[in-house]
């Protein structure tokens, strides 16, 4: 792993708010030029994007979001690979909600009835928007998480650490490109898109989410790009297992809820779990306990994505 590496890890692992993600800019900004490159910080609607390499050439893009969670109580639990059960633990994250919503407004009736007073009860409806609110403000803007080892730090790593090392020959090929509030609904990679149009419809993705908890490291095509073989056989052919860790390019049903939604050739890219019934899994993100960081894991995919961007062929 490298310096760098290193310092975002005991640095720089909380980028939530303005000033965590200024100082963080400016830290990646000076390495990246020290590096060769002339990064830029694209400011579009709600976020500040950081990019090294050309958008409008470029027919590779690498990324990552660099932005970090709120912490919760209970995990952000994927499994990208079995929509009934994603569906079903999404739906028990809601019960809590009803129940505090049900608890307040007994509470308002329990008082109503003590004051024999009628004139708490229009509250009730605004008590269940409150409560609402409440809880969609602290998933999407609430405490930061401390601990981003693999949302989304390790894709940070992976991404820096590629560019680092990537040879003069072939940066001209690939735009890397920080993402900002992708926890915020996307919004970094949305506002690229918008301002780069060639690069959302023709350019190939790869975008590098929470990739260094798990030994079954997939990658998630969008439909598109299913259609198109010869791009899934380069990324096979570059990213290739070692060690315990495999990788699979999934042509079946699968989904991966990332920054590569935002482009119509992208591939997102995480390590999984395996577990008999539910299948492949991630855990522990969005919890103090996302402290695993599996440096195999990104050397894995840093080395693939060098060969990747080396022999990569666009329109093969």
């Known amino acids: 792993m490298l310096p760098q590496s290193q310092t975002i890890l005991s640095e720089f692992q909380i980028r939530k708010s303005r000033k965590q993600k200024e100082a963080f800019r400016s830290w ?7 590096a060769g490159y002339a990064p830029q910080v694209e400011k ?11 958008p409008e050439t470029a027919r590779l893009i690498l990324s990552a979001h660099y932005d ?3 912490v919760l109580p209970v995990p952000n639990f994927l499994t990208p690979r079995n929509l009934a059960f994603y569906v079903f633990y999404q739906l028990l994250l809601v019960i809590p909600l009803f129940l505090a919503v049900a608890a307040a407004e007994g509470a308002l009736l329990a008082v109503a009835a003590v004051l024999r ?34 949302d989304n730090t390790s894709g940070v790593v992976t991404l820096l650490e590629t560019a680092l090392l990537m040879p003069e020959a072939d940066r001209g090929k690939v735009c890397f490109v920080f993402f900002d509030n992708e926890e915020k609904g996307m919004l970094g990679s949305l506002s690229f898109a918008r301002a780069h149009r060639r690069a959302k419809k ?23 790009l299913k259609k198109d073989p010869a ?20 042509r079946g049903f699968g989904f991966y809820p990332s920054d590569n939604a935002s482009f119509k050739r992208g591939v997102g890219v995480c390590a999984l779990k395996r577990r008999k019934l539910i299948g492949y899994y991630m855990d522990r993100i969005h919890t ?26 666009p329109g093969a």
């Open 28 to 34: 990646l900004c000076g390495e990246l030029a020290a």
């Open 44 to 54: 579009g609607f709600a976020a500040q994007n950081v990019v090294a390499g050309d």
């Open 68 to 70: 970090t969670c709120a």
């Open 117 to 150: 007073s009628r004139a708490l009860l229009p509250l009730m409806p605004f008590t269940a928007i409150a409560l609402s609110l409440l809880f969609v403000w602290w998933i999407i803007d609430g405490p930061a998480n401390r601990h981003t080892a693999n």
């Open 202 to 224: 023709g350019a190939l993705n790869i975008n590098f989410d929470c990739v260094s908890d798990g030994d079954f490291i997939q990658f998630f095509p969008g439909g598109a």
């Open 231 to 250: 791009a899934l056989e380069q990324i096979e052919a570059a990213f290739t297992g070692r060690g315990g860790k495999t990788t699979e390019v999934v």
């Open 288 to 313: 103090n306990k996302d402290t695993v960081f599996e440096e195999e894991n990104i050397e894995l995919l840093r080395d693939g994505a060098l060969r990747l961007a080396g022999n990569f062929q």
